[in-house]
């Protein structure tokens, strides 16, 4: 009797805590991402930017990342981290890499190093980052930074899955690095209440 009052009470603090500050519902949004022919479509980055009524969540999420070099190939190809994430940059090869960007969003430079690099970068604005290595012309990786933390890359199936969403309006938005230039990017208003939400997206990219 006594344990049934406890549970009780631990339930109803629990409730309480839910309401005041922000229930991260566990409602998710999973995306399937093809190309115009059809195709399933990998390495696809889907976020959800909040609009001005929804609370973002107190993060949950992992503010470090780590993009390696392995067979003289960055990896992973592509990268979907929040604002003010830092990154490693482990060279896991023998030979040295020279690891640059001078995209806009963050412009930095690795100077000729082996093994684990002192200092992770910091990504301190929202844009994409395109990285090379100085050394081989081949390397080559892409950051896309996004300011929430609502983000999911698709996988092999082109499957994107964005989990414990709370509730309210956001603006959906898929990025490419293979997207065609001068089409507008892919972006659809999205409502989450406290069902799960199955969407089909469809890019237009280039073919090579
Ligand atoms: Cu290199």
Redesign the pocket.
Known sequence: MRRTFQQLWISLFLLARCVSEVCAANVQLSLTVRDTLGHVVPDAVAYLEPGPAAKVAPGGKSMTAEIE?RN?TFIPLVSVIQTGTAVFFP?N?T?????YSFSPAKPFELKLYAGKPEAPVLFDKPGTVVIG????DQ?LAYIHVVDTPYFAKSDVHGKAIISQLPSGKYILKVWHYKQMAGLANYERSVVVDDLNIALQVELNLKNN
């Not at 030979?95 to 690891?99: I, K, L, T």
């Not at 290595?133 to 081989?136: T, Y």
């Open positions: 070099q003289k060279n090869d030979v040295r890499h020279h690891a290595c100085n050394i081989h390397m």
